[in-house]
């Protein structure tokens, strides 16, 4: 049964650059990557509008391994986690406040390489039948329309979401 946790972030996008992957003093890996997710509406006169925002995806230990084997600049992907804030000094020595979502599962979602692979389905054999099993129109997937006059609900539709051990 997949727990509600208020702060979960599910984000589909293109990775912006390669990851970078770096181990701590302690021996835990932890990779870092950007991903850009696009919108696109029309708006009530017609008109096309886009939004791209920019996001930077961090994650630990043994998904952070993959990721830095799997991904790379361009690879379209899902990914599930937290959004974390931290204090950094900069190289000025001026404090600023950046934001990051920690990651906790990743799904690749395009076709490049030797099929849809992602942490849950590590195994290709596996990740075939999930590719085999979803349209991805060639690997892209479309942007959803959302109409200008479309309040934000309160109520946040359930999703199920498969948890991984």
Same mark, same amino acid.
């Given at each position: @049964?997949? #727990?509600?946790?208020? *702060?979960?972030?599910?984000? /589909?996008?293109?990775?912006?650059?390669?990851?970078?992957?770096?181990?701590?003093?302690?021996? @835990? $890996?932890?990779?870092?990557?950007?991903?850009?997710?696009?919108?696109?509406?029309?708006? +009530?006169?017609? =008109?096309? +509008?886009? %939004?791209? &925002?920019?996001?930077?995806?961090? $994650?630990?230990?043994?998904? $952070?391994?993959?990721?830095? &084997?799997?991904?790379?600049?361009?690879?379209?992907?899902?990914?599930?986690?937290?959004? &974390?804030?931290?204090?950094?000094?900069?190289?000025?020595?001026?404090?600023?406040?950046?934001?990051? /979502?920690? /990651?906790? %599962?990743?799904?690749?979602?395009? *076709?490049?390489?030797?099929? @849809? &692979?992602?942490?849950?389905?590590?195994?290709?054999?596996? $990740?075939?039948?999930?590719?085999?099993?979803? %349209?991805?129109?060639?690997?892209?997937?479309?942007?959803?329309?959302?109409?200008?006059?479309?309040? @934000? #609900?309160? =109520?946040?539709?359930?999703?199920?979401?498969?948890?991984?051990?």
């Amino acid at each position: @049964m997949p #727990s509600r946790c208020l *702060n979960k972030v599910m984000l /589909i996008g293109n990775l912006t650059r390669d990851p970078e992957l770096r181990y701590t003093p302690a021996g @835990m $890996a932890v990779v870092s990557f950007g991903l850009a997710t696009n919108r696109v509406w029309i708006t +009530k006169q017609g =008109e096309k +509008k886009e %939004d791209a &925002q920019f996001h930077r995806i961090v $994650a630990w230990n043994k998904l $952070a391994e993959l990721c830095s &084997q799997l991904l790379a600049k361009g690879r379209r992907i899902y990914v599930e986690g937290r959004i &974390q804030y931290r204090e950094i000094t900069d190289a000025a020595n001026v404090r600023k406040q950046v934001s990051e /979502i920690v /990651i906790e %599962d990743m799904i690749i979602l395009d *076709n490049r390489g030797v099929g @849809m &692979q992602s942490a849950t389905h590590p195994n290709p054999s596996e $990740a075939n039948i999930a590719e085999e099993s979803m %349209d991805l129109n060639n690997g892209a997937i479309e942007d959803i329309v959302i109409p200008d006059d479309i309040g @934000m #609900s309160e =109520e946040t539709p359930e999703v199920p979401v498969e948890e991984t051990k």
